[in-house]
Structure formats: structure tokens, C-alpha cells
Nanobody, 118 residues
């Protein structure tokens, strides 16, 4: 089992920045990929960014150039630096652990709300 705990969400004005963190615990040695997904109000959950233990990353087109994913393997922690935030980035952001940078794995965090005001 893998447990994921997110932090760092909140309310920010458009154009602002936020950094999300997700700490993994439990059977972390079996996890190759850590990623972030989001679910806007009334919409389906979607990939934001994911990164492998080797540092290979994948981003949604809508966040390329604005968001940066990184990880600290020693701390089993993944970060999402979000810059130039837009109101359409408003969503619940979920940390995910799995084996692919293009498909969600089976482990999810509880989610953290990010609200961008215009």
C-alpha cells in the first residue's frame, strides 16, 4: 500500500503562483511515477503532469510553460510549481502514484483545492 498526502492548495489571484507538494509513504519502492491530476467543477479528472523516478516528465498541453513538476526521490515527494495561474486552473488537484506518465496509477491522495480568482 502507498499513502499520498498533498499540501499547498489555496486561493490565488489570476497570474499568481502556488506550489503543491505530495509526500508518499508506505511501499514507495514499488512506485515509478508520481503525478498530479485535477478535476475542475463539473468535469472529469485529467492529467496535469507526471514524472518518473528517472526524471522523465509529461505535461498536459494546457499547462506547458506554466507548470513545473519535480520530485525528491530521497523524500518520496513530488512538487508542482504552478505559475501564471488562470481561472480555468481552478480544480481539486490530486496526487497519484503508479507506473506510467500517461495513465493514472491506482493510488490517490485526498485532493487539495486550488481556486484562481479573476
Amino acid at each position: 500500500q502507498v499513502q499520498l498526502v498533498e499540501s499547498g492548495g489555496g486561493l490565488v489571484q489570476a497570474g499568481g503562483s502556488l506550489t503543491l507538494s505530495c509526500a508518499a509513504s508506505g511501499s514507495v519502492v514499488v512506485i515509478n511515477v508520481l503525478g498530479w491530476y485535477r478535476q475542475p467543477p463539473g468535469k472529469q479528472r485529467e492529467l496535469v503532469a507526471a514524472i518518473s523516478v528517472a526524471g522523465h516528465s509529461n505535461y498536459a498541453d494546457s499547462v506547458k510553460g506554466r507548470f513545473t513538476i519535480s520530485r525528491d526521490n530521497a523524500k518520496s515527494t513530488v512538487y508542482l510549481q504552478m505559475n501564471s495561474l488562470k481561472p480555468e486552473d481552478t480544480a481539486v488537484y490530486y496526487c497519484n502514484a503508479g507506473y506510467s506518465t500517461r495513465m493514472a496509477g491506482e493510488y490517490w491522495g485526498q485532493g487539495t483545492q486550488v481556486t484562481v480568482s479573476s
